[in-house]
């Protein structure tokens, strides 16, 4: 997801948490080194499950679980949540159409039904899907939820003017999805979406979108009744249909959840309400919050942190099943703005990248961090490796004094000496300000010039993700993660042209022949996808590198030692929230 917006946890102090997620495997909870980013994930489906979720075995109800997070999410409102923690952290408030059941034994994920009673059903030519919606589902305020308020939640999402952050598929897919702009400036009369009657959702689409009900596990999906819609401001009170909802919300800094009281859990198949609140702090110390979380002293026995352990925190480990592991389908990248960095200059920037350096600087641990070669990650179906010269996620790159000088006098025969690199990082990071002087020295010594933005991390995902920053590196998401297991949902959102337009895009590409081939692949049967997405990958690499593939993830976050049933789960590579409880309440 980002801007799943990735969707990402690892490092959040220097690339910021990625867009979103989607399944993969190899999750485990408590000791191991998993050196991997999960094998790929099937499709798995149980149109027919039903609620109430099974209890977890031995979990007690109350008392507070507090979350210590040192990335800042922008944004609650679930038309324009994107980042794969924003979008875990709102199951706990919001059900949508669909949703993830994680296996018990395997925590492998499973794609049920949510707030509607079955998967879809989709028209003989696809372009048609009919979702039955359950009955009797009340908001917080003991109003009832109707048909109308998904249909307006829909549309809602079109309004990018407002909501700029959040998926995009529905411009892509929906009928009339380029020409809707959302229910303020375009009216509610919109042709893509019905409601023939109070249990019927009909989504009619310009194209097929067999991965719509995958989509619709988003919370953009969860319904939104048009007379509590305050636009901006509806993170501060959104109507919550989950277990929990917003008592309070101080951007930037804290969220505090407390019991929703007309939440049904006989008509939810995932969730559970076992602490009475959640506390989630923002903005915080990464390594002052992990030695907390991990020592367990007092309150923070109730905590945890879901950014992976920095290394340096390794040795102070003692006790194992306090990291959680499990596989993430992410991969991150330092993306290179393609309107205004030549190519040749780009594959210079790739060589003199110091990945090895940057991985010490960055606290980066061979756990949670797989040097990657690739865009799509290992634990998407269809993957298959390559590595194309100077972008294997290994080596010193300018760091080393001969590469620099090499560099430069590469530069000077491009005439493009001292040519400028600029881009945004958190000056009120630690790590992220040491991050940024390895880059600027090697980028220096390499004969580039530099213009490093120091701003607070409350406010860089904004600002990198606005495509007419006045930087020309680290602009869109910095990494991503499936939205579903498909390369559908990496290239298509993240390297067609409206993808700048939509502020989705790696790289700012726009090119009509990249265009045409990724239409042609998603026009494609899921198993013939399987076979042609990896070639469009290599193609984005070799012929336009839009960016600088870094790593794979993999989860190894820490957790309070009273905290029960924490697991991995893979769609976000996050904590499962919803069926955590406190062994001692």
């Given at each position: ?73 922008d ?21 949508a ?46 109003t ?13 999402s ?57 989509y ?12 509590k819609?305050?636009k ?22 804290e ?59 390794i ?33 210079l ?47 010193k ?189």
């Open positions: 997801m980002q801007w799943k917006r990735i969707t990402a946890v690892a490092v959040t102090v220097m690339l910021a948490v990625a867009a979103c997620g989607s399944p993969s495997s190899n999750n485990s909870s408590g000791s191991g080194n998993t050196g991997d980013a999960g094998t790929a994930q099937e499709k798995a489906l149980d149109p027919t499950l039903k609620g109430p979720a099974p209890e977890v075995e031995g979990a007690k109800k109350g008392g507070t679980v507090t979350v210590l997070s040192d990335v800042t999410p944004t609650f409102d679930p038309t324009n949540t994107y980042f794969v923690d924003g979008n875990q952290i709102e199951k706990l408030v919001f059900r159409l669909t949703q993830y059941k994680l296996d018990e034994k395997t925590q492998k994920p499973t794609l049920v039904p949510d707030l509607a009673e079955d998967l879809g059903t989709k028209s003989a030519d696809g372009l048609t899907w009919t979702f039955k919606l359950k009955q009797g589902i009340k908001y917080m305020d003991g009832p939820v109707k048909a109308e308020d998904y249909a307006y939640a829909i549309k809602r079109f309004a990018h003017d407002l909501y700029d952050a959040g998926p995009t598929y529905q411009t892509q897919f929906f009928k009339d999805g380029e020409k809707y702009k959302g229910p303020y400036a375009s009216g509610d009369n919109y042709a893509g979406v019905e409601t023939p009657d109070g249990s019927t959702l009909i989504i009619h689409l310009a194209k097929k979108f067999d991965d719509l009900p995958f619709a596990a988003f919370p953009l999906f969860t319904p939104i009744p048009k007379a819609d305050t901006k401001q509806y993170d501060l009170k959104p109507m919550a249909t989950g277990p929990y909802q917003v008592a309070s919300y101080t951007p930037g800094t969220l505090k959840l407390s019991k929703n009281p007309n939440w049904d859990p006989n008509t939810d198949p995932v969730r559970h309400q076992y602490p009475d609140a959640w506390n989630f702090k923002f903005g915080q110390d990464t390594l002052k919050v992990q030695r907390q979380v991990l020592a367990s002293s007092g309150p923070d026995a109730n905590a945890l942190n879901y950014s992976d352990l920095d290394s340096s925190l040795p102070e480990v003692k006790d194992k099943s306090q990291i959680i592991t499990g596989g993430q389908p992410c991969t991150y990248v330092w993306g290179l703005d393609t309107r205004k960095i030549p190519m040749e200059v780009r594959k920037i790739a060589q003199a990248y110091p990945f090895d350096t940057w991985r010490k600087v960055a606290g980066l641990s061979p756990q949670s961090a797989i040097p990657a070669s690739t865009i799509l990650p290992p634990a998407v179906p269809g993957y298959k490796k390559y590595e194309l010269e100077g972008l294997t996620g290994k080596g790159g300018a760091d080393d004094p001969a590469v620099a000088s090499e560099i430069k006098s590469k530069l000077k025969d491009l005439g493009k000496e001292n040519f400028e690199l600029s881009w945004y990082y958190s000056n009120d990071d630690k790590i992220a300000t040491q991050v940024n002087q390895l880059r600027t020295q090697v980028m220096t010594a390499a004969g580039f010039k530099v213009k490093a933005i120091g701003v607070p991390k409350a406010k860089i995902r904004t600002m990198r993700n606005d495509p007419s920053a006045p930087v020309n590196i680290g602009q869109g998401p910095s990494g991503w993660c499936s939205d579903w297991p498909s390369g559908t949902s990496w290239y298509a959102v993240l390297f067609r042209s409206d993808a700048v337009e939509l502020s989705n895009s790696i790289g700012m590409l726009q090119d009509k022949k990249l265009d045409a081939e990724i239409d042609r692949v998603g026009a494609l049967t899921p198993d013939e996808q399987l076979k042609e997405w990896m070639k469009v990958d290599e193609m984005i690499l070799k012929d336009y590198l839009p960016a600088i593939p870094l790593y794979y993830t993999a989860s190894y976050y820490p957790v309070g030692k009273n905290l029960g049933h924490v697991v991995n789960d893979p769609t976000q590579g996050l904590p499962e929230f919803t069926s955590m409880y406190l062994k001692q309440p």
